[in-house]
């Protein structure tokens, strides 16, 4: 199930991650203009704001086999279809309407069916599916390039369409549902170290119930601003560093070294959530993260190699933070109607994605360099760590001891108190003693 998941992910992520190919291809035969032409990149990220979650209403009604099969149908369609785009119009129908509703019925179910499937180990399992993210962009880029220069920019497309819809329908007829009460088991807190009947059995968490959850929206917050902030800078780092002076080919060999420090951090940072809590992992990111942001403001000229080198490594930073983005909503609101749910949540990365890369032109347009706009993104990342430890339940080891020594001893005096219980303290004194 997490090795379906993490595919379909990097396969979706993949059509994201390789837009700008595309659109330095398609800037070269029509004169939209770079503004007009961006926007359609810009949709897809806003479309996604509603789709995510109807895809998650739509998984927890038919399951993830359907929904992701049908995710991949209509990516490739969409993929294909502006392969043959002569207007704006058809463009921003295609790719930035229709491709946001495959991309949503692709990433929602197949992180809605992991967290059910891993409890204990959520975070690590979440850690590997968020390595889709730059997984996808180290796999297809060069592919779609390859493929462009191969085919031309609509042939790729199109090519590109019949392998995502081919590879994610093919993985979805792998899905299998989890356990039912894996599904329904609390993953922390005292409702879980008390379960067998030591207390009432918790209220399900629907939709309408979350929404008037203060940490819901804590949830929503956290992602947004988190992808405002990576969107910032994973979109105009590469023109940074070339106004400094950086070759274009130095610059493509750091950040493919950031996009592996990247995957570590998901893999590290989930399996770090599980051991010391989500909340305490994400804001021990978010430092590594602005810190990385730090070194990349004060870049000068190509002398100051190292501070671009140490913010590629600051990808381990953002990367630990991914996995927390579905993995702490998961642990608050697990329960049958978690796909609409973490929709719900991630509908927040869509309108991050959507603000992030415009904010950060807008904000060098107006000062005439990226300081400001590195400062924005910092700022984020920080607000978002700040709306992470408000989101993520506690981890309550001081107190499982003592509720566990605590049923032991009201088990003990029940038994002591029934005549049998009395008979065997009488035959057993010095074992009761002991004990």
Same mark, same amino acid.
């Given at each position: 199930?997490?090795?379906?998941?993490?595919?379909?992910?990097?396969?979706?992520?993949?059509? &994201?991650?390789?837009?700008?190919?595309?659109?330095?291809?398609?800037?070269?035969?029509?004169?939209?203009?770079?503004?007009?032409?961006?926007?359609?990149?810009?949709?897809?990220?806003?479309?996604?704001?509603?789709?995510?979650?109807?895809?998650?209403?739509?998984?927890?009604?038919?399951?993830?086999?359907?929904?992701?099969?049908?995710?991949?149908?209509?990516?490739?369609?969409?993929?294909?279809?502006? !392969?043959?785009?002569?207007?704006?119009?058809?463009?921003?129908?295609?790719?930035?309407?229709?491709?946001?509703?495959?991309?949503?019925?692709?990433?929602?179910?197949?992180?809605?069916?992991?967290? #059910?499937?891993?409890?204990?180990? &959520?975070?690590?399992?979440?850690?590997?599916?968020?390595?889709?993210?730059?997984? *996808?962009?180290?796999?297809?880029?060069?592919?779609?390039?390859?493929?462009?220069?191969?085919?031309?920019?609509?042939?790729?497309?199109?090519?590109?369409?019949?392998?995502? @819809?081919?590879?994610?329908?093919?993985?979805?007829?792998?899905?299998?549902?989890?356990?039912?009460?894996?599904?329904? #088991?609390?993953?922390?807190?005292? =409702?879980?170290? $008390?379960?067998?009947?030591?207390?009432?059995?918790?209220?399900?968490?629907?939709? #309408?119930?979350?929404? &008037?959850?203060?940490? $819901?929206?804590?949830?929503?917050?956290?992602?947004?601003?988190?992808?405002?902030?990576?969107?910032?800078?994973?979109?105009?780092?590469?023109?940074?560093?070339?106004?400094? !002076?950086?070759?274009?080919?130095?610059?493509?060999?750091?950040?493919?070294?950031?996009?592996?420090?990247?995957?570590?951090?998901?893999?590290?940072?989930?399996?770090?959530?599980?051991?010391?809590?989500?909340?305490?992992?994400?804001?021990?990111?978010?430092?590594?993260?602005?810190?990385?942001?730090?070194?990349?403001?004060?870049?000068? %000229?190509?002398?100051?190699?190292?501070? $671009?080198?140490?913010?590629?490594?600051?990808?381990?930073?953002?990367?630990?933070?991914?996995?927390?983005? %579905?993995?702490?909503?998961?642990?608050?609101?697990?329960?049958?109607?978690?796909?609409?749910?973490?929709?719900?949540?991630?509908?927040?990365? !869509?309108?991050?994605?959507?603000?992030?890369?415009?904010? =950060? =032109?807008? $904000?060098?347009?107006?000062?005439?360099?990226?300081?400001?706009?590195?400062?924005?993104?910092?700022?984020?990342?920080?607000?978002?760590?700040?709306?992470?430890?408000?989101? @993520?339940?506690?981890?309550?080891? *001081?107190?499982?001891?003592?509720?566990? &020594?605590?049923?032991?001893?009201?088990?003990?005096?029940?038994?002591?108190?029934?005549?049998? *219980?009395?008979?065997?303290?009488?035959?057993? *004194?010095? %074992?009761?003693?002991?004990?």
């Amino acid at each position: 199930m997490l090795g379906v998941s993490t595919t379909v992910n990097a396969l979706a992520w993949g059509a &994201r991650a390789s837009f700008a190919l595309f659109y330095v291809a398609i800037l070269g035969e029509f004169s939209w203009g770079r503004g007009p032409t961006a926007l359609g990149y810009s949709l897809s990220w806003l479309c996604f704001v509603v789709f995510a979650p109807v895809a998650g209403w739509l998984h927890d009604r038919w399951g993830a086999r359907a929904i992701v099969a049908m995710g991949g149908l209509v990516l490739g369609m969409a993929l294909a279809l502006t !392969g043959q785009v002569t207007s704006l119009t058809e463009y921003y129908l295609y790719f930035g309407l229709l491709g946001a509703a495959g991309t949503a019925c692709i990433l929602i179910p197949s992180t809605t069916i992991v967290s #059910r499937w891993f409890v204990r180990s &959520r975070g690590t399992a979440m850690g590997v599916l968020s390595a889709a993210t730059p997984g *996808g962009a180290v796999v297809f880029y060069p592919v779609n390039a390859w493929l462009i220069a191969t085919l031309g920019w609509r042939g790729a497309l199109v090519g590109f369409a019949c392998i995502v @819809a081919v590879a994610t329908v093919s993985l979805a007829l792998l899905y299998r549902n989890p356990p039912a009460d894996k599904d329904t #088991r609390p993953a922390s807190g005292a =409702g879980a170290m $008390l379960a067998g009947g030591a207390g009432p059995t918790p209220e399900v968490w629907t939709l #309408r119930r979350a929404l &008037r959850s203060i940490r $819901l929206w804590a949830a929503f917050a956290m992602t947004a601003l988190g992808v405002i902030g990576y969107q910032i800078m994973a979109t105009h780092q590469v023109a940074h560093a070339v106004d400094r !002076g950086f070759g274009q080919a130095t610059v493509v060999w750091l950040f493919a070294f950031g996009a592996g420090c990247m995957m570590a951090g998901n893999l590290l940072g989930g399996w770090l959530s599980d051991q010391f809590g989500r909340g305490s992992v994400f804001a021990l990111g978010s430092i590594i993260a602005i810190v990385g942001i730090g070194c990349l403001t004060l870049l000068r %000229s190509p002398d100051d190699w190292p501070l $671009l080198l140490l913010y590629a490594a600051s990808g381990f930073g953002f990367g630990m933070r991914i996995a927390q983005l %579905s993995a702490i909503p998961a642990d608050t609101f697990s329960g049958p109607h978690l796909g609409a749910i973490l929709g719900a949540v991630q509908a927040g990365g !869509g309108l991050g994605g959507a603000i992030g890369p415009f904010l =950060g =032109g807008w $904000l060098f347009d107006v000062t005439g360099n990226y300081r400001l706009a590195f400062a924005a993104a910092a700022i984020a990342v920080a607000g978002s760590a700040v709306a992470a430890w408000v989101a @993520a339940p506690r981890k309550a080891q *001081g107190t499982s001891g003592a509720i566990s &020594r605590l049923g032991v001893l009201r088990a003990s005096l029940s038994n002591v108190a029934s005549p049998k *219980g009395r008979k065997s303290c009488t035959s057993h *004194g010095r %074992s009761s003693r002991d004990s």
